[in-house]
């Protein structure tokens, strides 16, 4: 495999394979002194003061009060220097200030005070050391309870990232700058007032005065003035001889628009279970009823009614005074998901990327109030502050989106399992294509497996029938639909069935290429083929968007003619339309997705009949579920098979399993064609067969022999910059520093690097990455952290470097 080679440089390395297996899921404990290693600032390469630096050296007055113990709140920043750093909680405060409050405190030579997150407090000797007081207190109520602000520590220390990040990301923008609301000020009249008081007041503040007692609520000043018939000025009056007493309350704007939830016109109905879906569900029931944390595998085959388990627990849990939260892909995120939801439970949180700030904000106060039953999102969603949190479901566990790939890089499924346990509740992993990871987990007792084997309403599992693309008879004349695909998709036609077609690349053609001199069309910026979007004839690059006009001829040598090599979503389109003229053709990809609303129309149409073939890229792979689709062909089913990763095998049987899942469920059967060069790879014979069993047989072996995931653990550090000598004698230092915090741990653990990835250069910086593997994840992240702990890059040089715990993506 060694998709990493140590890029000609010999490099020491400790191969470890061992018989000891590792869930990746992790410490179900969450108990760790939160600042036993103050997290290492992964992505910041300049220098952190200490706590002495930052403050001035004079005592201040009260340090003089020898040995007097004082309350101290230690506050974290998400920007350097990020602390934590303890202050004293001034007297007027200690009644006010919890963990999980936003703070301002003095932070160096700063005018200003400086934001932070209060993460504890404590009982401390301030004569000890030259403390400063918080100045300010932000939130009249902690934006997380005591258990997130756990979790944010345990992210912190896990992910190695500053705390006052993981709580930006945990606490939405939109939450923190109260999007959508305003302060208003309301007034009451002041406790204790005299009838003889206000008898001896002029007639208009008078009048004020009795109206506001007459309606005995608190009222604004505008109110006031209106039912009074008199100006503000009266009761700016009032005010000031304080016969008024204000109340400043933030409220939603009144005309910010929440949306409502749209269906997609599928007609439900609650179903009686399968023998199956019972004993899962009441698998999971005892689990809830169990009152500890523990971790469920749903492996349930593509139709096998995953989704009404989860809504069946989850209205168990809710019987209960309890809340669930539904984490599903983004893409899957569809009206019909929702749908399913919103109709069984009267007060459910959908929370999605098109959300505006201020419903972000508003859903996030329902949910904090405990008005909410079900949250159902994207990663994210993972963070909801629920109070009753009763059971977490992650829908398509397997699915790559749930890792995010920015700083925080933290993976929902870990958050998720992190906050289970923490809370003693159940976490349900359900997946038609459970990842590594979690099969591993149900092999080594960190998770119980629950198997749905059969599908629905006894229907079989579609046939898959592999077409030999190597073979010239099967192709066809060209194009990318092969003569055994072109007749099924007219037979499909003629049967008034409708088909899905997958081709996971969007744009038209993904190389632009000179025949005369070979110039191929790259970015400046990443290195990488541009792709032809015949939409506005441009040239894109799919890494950074880089765009121009595609080329008419060649930029090198002036040849007139341009080939497009490689096939793309619209190129497929025209040759479907081309070919089936007569039927009514949509293509779905994130080119035509962009505009809001989109994705649910066209779902719509497929659900009405209005479609006859859908074709797209992944997102059409994944939850659909439409009884009326009869064929299901994958264009090109190697296309993700060759990638420099080790999990490609793993991602094409996912792809091809799952995609193949979206037909045969009706009573009308479904059928599958897969075009592959290579029939015989393992991942597509044991996709075509519905194999799963087999698949992480023989992919565990694979994982074996490096130790790679799940059977170990790996760490990436990417370095860029802008110069590559530079940038790359960064990451031979770093490397010598890894290699000396391993020998000095004594941990066994392999440093693969450094090399340049597959993508060498993004956005103008270049790039160089390099791996760390181990049997355990706490001896890798310990490596780093030592490795790591005070190195410094000058910041002239520009070069970041960045630290993802368990990739997902190694390109
Ligand atoms: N017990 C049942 N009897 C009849 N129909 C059912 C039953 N349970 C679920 N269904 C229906 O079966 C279809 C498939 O269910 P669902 O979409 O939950 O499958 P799934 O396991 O999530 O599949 P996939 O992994 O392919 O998304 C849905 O239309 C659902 O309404
Ligand atoms: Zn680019």
Redesign the pocket.
Known sequence: MGYLAPAGKKRSSHVMLSDSSLSNLGDPTLNFPPFAAAPVPADSSSSEPTQNELFETDPPPWELTVGEDVQLASIVFARSPHGPYDYRIPDDLLDVLRPGMRVGVPLGHRKKPTPGWCVSIKTGNAAQKKLRDVSEVIDDEPLCDAALVRLVMFIAHYYQVPAGQVFDTLIPASVRDNAGTRKTTYFRPAPGLTEEQIAKLPSKQQSAMRFLIAQDRPMTAAEIAIMAECTEDPIRRLRKKELLVPEVRRELSQNIRIRAQANDGET??T????AQ?ENALSRINSAVDSGRGRTLLLH??????????YIQAIEHVVKQAGSAIVLVPEISLTPQTRG?FEDRFQNVAVLHSQMSASERHFHWQRIRRGEVQVVIGPRSAVFAPLPNLGLIVI??EHDTSFKQDKQPRYHARKVAHARAMALGIPLVL???TPSMEAWHATQTGHAELVT?SE???NRPMPDVQLVDLRVKEERGKGGAISRPLHAAVLETLKEKGQAILLLNRRGYATTIQCPACGTVCACPDCDMPLTHHRDGGKAMCHYCDYTIPTPPWCPACRFDGMRYGGLGTQRLEMEAKARFPDARIARMDSDTMKRAGSHQRVLSEFRAGEIDVLLGTQMIA????F?NVLLVGVINADSALHFPDFRAAERTFQLVT?VA??TG?GDRGGRVIVQTFTPEHPAIQAAARHDYLKFVEDEMVNRKKFNYPPLGSVARIIIRGPLEDKTESVADAIVDRLEKARDLLKAEVRILGPAPPPIVKISGKYRFHLLLQATEAAVVGEVIRRGLADFKVDPKEEIEFLVDIDPVNLM
């Open positions: 439900r109905k179903h009686d279970l399968t879906q349930g085959v593509t139709g096998s009614g995953k989704t009404e388990v399913r829908d398509e359900g997946s038609a749905m599908r629905v309403g994944k939850g659909l579920d009884p799952q899942g979206r469920r």
